[in-house]
């Protein structure tokens, strides 16, 4: 299929240096390997590759889930790729499910979310703070994710206006505080999903969960190292994105 007007393209150069763009008529992007004129991408092939004006290639891919999370708008802190995958897995998200998403940021988790649960699930992203939303508003629009995503701005102390959802993401400094709420909203069987970055909010949340009718309870960290793709001198490289944060899994059931 060939790359057309308004398409987002991401390119990679040939030393590893990458970009997110959209395609433009008399519009250029600048790298430090030569420029690249937008408007002459319309009509090429994903997977060919261009010369920048300082004769180096410029490959052009698809953008995935990754490199839209990567290359974003923010103002929040984001879930990483590699607690992401993991958290997607355990809410069993699929096709036609309802999700809840609260703590909603910049919309990372929201847009892996309402790419999984299709054309007809439905994912109630809430946020309390309404310039995240903005920002987030923005970045589904972009993915083509916005239609399938309800939000709210709304505390959810107050509760949630759903009902009977299939799984929960909780995403707050202070998650404990909610855990009845998020109960009271999942069907039997229903998933929930809590981040928590150090050891003490993790501890206040299971004891949280352990009070209440979930099982199935358990915590998780994930540690991702990534090595140098060269056969000669193949090792792990230098640096590394240790913690991120913890995990928390369980499952509703019925007193």
């Not at 937008?38 to 889930?65: D, H, N």
């Not at 050891?199 to 990534?226: D, K």
Request: net charge negative; charged share 30%.
């Amino acid at each position: 299929m060939p790359i057309c007007e308004g398409d987002r393209v991401y390119i990679l150069l040939e030393d590893g240096r990458d970009y997110l763009v959209r395609v433009e008529q008399g519009k250029s992007l600048g790298t430090h390997l030569g420029n690249i004129d937008l408007g002459e991408l319309s009509g090429r092939e994903f997977g060919e590759y261009i010369l920048t004006t300082g004769g180096k290639k410029a490959f052009l891919l698809q953008p995935g889930v990754v490199e839209n999370i990567f290359h974003m708008r923010r103002k929040t802190q984001i879930v990483y790729p590699k607690d992401l995958g993991y958290i997607l897995l355990m809410l069993d998200v699929k096709e036609r499910d309802r999700v809840i998403d609260v703590g909603l940021g910049s919309g990372a988790m929201c847009g892996a979310l309402a790419r999984l649960v299709g054309e007809e699930g439905k994912v109630y992203a809430y946020e309390r703070r309404e310039e995240f939303i903005v920002v987030a508003k923005r970045n589904l629009e972009e993915w083509g994710l916005l239609d399938r995503v309800v939000i709210r701005l709304r505390d959810i102390e107050e509760g949630f206006e759903e009902r009977e959802v299939d799984a929960l993401f909780l995403d707050v400094p202070e998650p404990w505080k909610y855990l009845r709420q998020c109960w009271e909203v999942l069907r039997g069987g229903g998933r929930i999903a809590i981040v928590s970055p150090t050891a003490s909010q993790v501890m206040e949340v299971l004891r949280g969960l352990h009070s209440l009718p979930f099982v199935a309870i358990s915590v998780w960290e994930s540690l991702f190292r990534e090595y140098k793709p060269n056969p000669l001198t193949f090792r792990p490289f230098d640096r590394m994105v240790a913690h991120t944060t913890y995990m928390m899994f369980a499952r509703k059931v019925f007193p």
